[in-house]
C-alpha cells in the first residue's frame, strides 16, 4: 500500500517494484531531474521516457494518483516548497494556523514528521549506513550548508571520538576542492543539504562521485539535487508552524546512527574514548566536584 503522503520520488521508490519494465525506465527519467523532468506535458514525458502516453497515465495510477494530472499538480507543489523563502513559509502556516498554543501545534508537527519520516526508512538501509560509517578502512568527510553545517559539526564531533580517519569540511566552499584531493575511491562523504539546496553542495557531490567516493546525504523530504549522486539518502520532514524549517527529526536519526555505530565498534571506541577522557583531564577543561 502506497503512502499518499509521501512525496512522488518516495512513491516511484516505495512502489519501484511493482513497475513494469517500461514504467521503471520512465520512473528513472523523472527521478534523475526530479522534479521539474515531470513538469512537462504528458507527451513530452512520454517522449523523454521513450514510452506510450498511456503508460505514464498508467504509472501515475499505480503510485495512487487519480491520473497523470494530479501526479503533475504534486510535483509543481513540491517545486514551489523546495525554492520557498522564510517569509513564504511563515505566511502559509499563519494563515491556517488553528488556535492552539505555540507549543502544542509544534509539538503535533514534530511527531508527524518523525513518523513519516520512519514510515519511509527501512531498517535495512539504516543498517547498511552504520556498516559504512563503522567501517574504519576507509575515511569519512563530513559537509554541510549554510544552515546545515551546525548538524555536520555535531555529528563529526561524535564520530571523531569513536573511531579514526573523520574530517570535517569547513563551511567555506571556496575550500572543499582541497578536502577533494584527500578523499579517495570508496570513502565517505556525509553531506547535509536541505531545501533552499545550495549549488556548491550539488557541484561537490558530483566532483566527489566522480572520484568513486560514496556519499551519504542527509536531506528533506522533497530531496535535494544532489541526490543523483548520492549512494544512500535519508529523507526527514522538515516543515512546522515556523519560518523556519525543522531539524528535529534530522538530529534524532543522527542520534541513533551515532549509537549504532558505538554499539557496533564499542570495543575500539571505548578505548579511544577512554584515551580522551584522560586527555581532557589533562586539560582541565570539565570542573570536577570531588
Known amino acids: 500500500m502506497l503512502s499518499t503522503d509521501a512525496t512522488v520520488a518516495q512513491r516511484i521508490q516505495d512502489g519501484f517494484e511493482a513497475l513494469t519494465r517500461a514504467e521503471r525506465q520512465l520512473a528513472n527519467i523523472i527521478l534523475e531531474n526530479y522534479p521539474v523532468s515531470g ?22 495510477r499505480k503510485l495512487g494518483f487519480g491520473g497523470f494530472p494530479e501526479m503533475q499538480a504534486q510535483l509543481r507543489a513540491e517545486l514551489e516548497a523546495t525554492i520557498s523563502d522564510p517569509i ?18 509544534f509539538a503535533d508537527n514534530v511527531i508527524d514528521n518523525l513518523r513519516n519520516t520512519l514510515k519511509h526508512l527501512s531498517a535495512e538501509e539504516f543498517d547498511r549506513i552504520v556498516d559504512l560509517l563503522s567501517d574504519t578502512n576507509h ?3 563530513v559537509v554541510g550548508g549554510r544552515l546545515s553545517h551546525s548538524l555536520a559539526s555535531y555529528f563529526f564531533t561524535h564520530m571523531q571520538m569513536m573511531r579514526d580517519g573523520v574530517t570535517l569540511i569547513e563551511r567555506n566552499s571556496s575550500s572543499w576542492p582541497h578536502y577533494l584531493l584527500s578523499l579517495k575511491e570508496g570513502d565517505i562523504l556525509v553531506a547535509f543539504d536541505m531545501r533552499r539546496y545550495e549549488q556548491d553542495m550539488l557541484r561537490f557531490a558530483e566532483m566527489a562521485k566522480k572520484r568513486g567516493v560514496r556519499i551519504i546525504l542527509f536531506t528533506d523530504q522533497w530531496g535535494s539535487p544532489a541526490g543523483k549522486f548520492a549512494s544512500h539518502q535519508v529523507h526527514s520532514r522538515i516543515e512546522v508552524p515556523s ?22 565498534s564499542w570495543e575500539t571506541s571505548k578505548a579511544r574514548m577512554e ?6 583531564g589533562k586539560t582541565r577543561l570539565f570542573r570536577k566536584f570531588i
Open 139 to 141: 575515511t569519512v568527510a
Open 39 to 60: 513538469l512537462g506535458s504528458i507527451t513530452t514525458l512520454a517522449l523523454n521516457g521513450d514510452v506510450s502516453t498511456p503508460t505514464v497515465a498508467r504509472m501515475a
Open 243 to 264: 519560518t523556519w524549517d525543522s531539524s528535529v527529526v534530522t538530529m534524532f536519526i543522527l542520534e541513533a546512527i551515532i549509537s549504532a555505530v558505538q554499539n557496533q
Open 275 to 280: 584515551d580522551l577522557e584522560n586527555l581532557f
Open 88 to 105: 513564504t513559509k511563515h505566511n502559509k502556516w499563519a494563515a491556517a494556523a488553528p488556535d492552539t498554543h505555540i507549543l502544542n501545534r
